[in-house]
Each structure stands twice: as C-alpha cells, then as structure tokens.
C-alpha cells in the first residue's frame, strides 16, 4: 500500500478515536490534503455532518497538478475556492 494512503488511514482513523464520545465531533476540518480524505470518508458515517476544507495555498500551490486532474476535487473544492 502507497505510504501516503496509509497515513490518510491512520488520519482518518485517529480523528474517529479523539472524537469517539458523541456530540465531540467537530463541525469543520481544516487540512492541506482533504480532497484524498473527502474521498476516504465520503461513506463513513461519522464523517457524515463534518466540512472538510482545503487551505487556498496548498490548493493552488502545492496540490494544483493534482487538483487540476482530479475530477472528485474538482467538483467538490475548486468551485469554492474560485470564488474565494
């Protein structure tokens, strides 16, 4: 398994533990690579009312390649950060 999925793993799994008690679970996440874990999560419950956002630097500098091929950050991050 890629080192970089593995670690999303391990994110996605660590935020589910911090916020194991219900009513903890943040409303909103800000991280650099939430286009992969919007993808992760999208049929996970517990990530079912959570907003996941991308920083606009690291979407427009670091993740551009990546967010100018992706269709699922297209359509789920590039319009809101167009308007930004």
Do not use: W
């Given at each position: 398994?890629?080192?970089i999925?593995?670690i999303?793993i391990i994110y996605?799994?660590?935020i589910?533990?911090i ?5 903890t679970?943040?409303?909103h996440?800000?991280?650099d ?11 996970d ?7 996941l956002?991308?920083?606009?630097f690291?979407?427009?500098c670091?993740?551009?390649?990546h967010?100018?091929n ?11 950060i167009?308007?930004f």
């Amino acid at each position: 398994m890629h080192l970089i999925k593995v670690i999303l793993i391990i994110y996605k799994e660590m935020i589910k533990q911090i916020y194991r008690l219900p009513g903890t679970m943040p409303e909103h996440i800000f991280y650099d690579n939430n286009c992969t874990i919007a993808k992760m999560v999208k049929n996970d419950p517990a990530f079912k009312n959570i907003r996941l956002t991308v920083d606009v630097f690291h979407f427009k500098c670091k993740h551009r390649l990546h967010s100018e091929n992706d269709v699922f950050c297209q359509e789920n991050f590039l319009l809101h950060i167009q308007n930004f």
